[in-house]
């Protein structure tokens, strides 16, 4: 059992530290903003993704895959927020960046990313599949998963926003800050697209 958990923590670690759009606004945040503004989003992110995580054990993330028009509606509204996200941060001109819309992500915003995510349901697929004990045990331990996965996905989260951090020495020169802006948010657009893409 100890070894299912330490195997999980690693798959954990890999699925929250590789690059996806919850990452790259988080690099974004990091980039434009201070720490503060980065954890409501971060939170809601890995809480949503914990929170699927625990509701696949009642077999509702297959019951995403198994219908498709429930799975495309999802996909479409998720990648056209996304590109929504992107627009705000393309038409940014300087440091200024997201603050033109500084509700947009918090807490509501993190978690509806998650829900919207076909990549996050089909991770708690593969979990339920991989990682699932019988049903009688299964309740509580998906319940031990989703939290251990909420602990991992957070300094997962924080170490792209350190990441972005790490890079506000652009700030002194706005070009270059507007040409960061810029390439984040195609490359945010480029994911959210192509995981559609992906699916079809």
Known sequence: MLNDYINFILFAFVVSITPGPTNLICFALGSNKGILSVLPFAIGSSFG???ILWLSGFGLASL???FPIIKAIMAW?????ISYLA???FIT???QALKAEPNTLGYRSGAFLQLLNPKTWLMALSVNGVFSLPQVENNHHMLYLSVIFFVVAMPC???WHWLGRSVRLFKQFPKWQMLMNRSLALLLLATAWLSVLMMD
């Open 77 to 81: 509204t998720g990648v056209l927020w």
């Open 157 to 159: 989260l924080f170490s």
């Open 49 to 51: 993704a914990a929170f």
């Open 93 to 95: 001109a300087n440091q």
């Open 64 to 66: 995403m895959v198994s």
């Open 87 to 89: 627009y705000l941060l």
